[in-house]
């Protein structure tokens, strides 16, 4: 995992906004299909911390299992 300023990152310079994701590279799977869970949060203070995290949130399930990218499956849309 690495850091970063967000300031460098998000469009328009410290605008106070920004979207914050990484990319796994071995998926937490189950019953070998990939899934991923969105939560939504809002941090309206660093000191002291202060997070409000939203009710709802977002499970999506893959309907097909799992496969690790590889050269011969790479052309494939669904992995």
Do not use: W
């Amino acid at each position: 995992m690495s850091s970063m300023s967000l300031s460098e990152h998000s469009p328009g310079g410290s605008s106070g906004r920004c979207i914050v994701q990484e990319y796994v590279d071995k998926p937490l799977l189950i019953g070998g299909f990939k899934n991923h869970l969105r939560l939504y949060a809002l941090i309206t203070s660093v000191d002291p911390l202060r997070v409000f995290l939203y009710q709802d949130g977002v499970l999506h399930l893959a309907s097909e299992k799992y496969l690790t990218p590889a050269d011969g499956n790479l052309v494939s849309v669904i992995i």
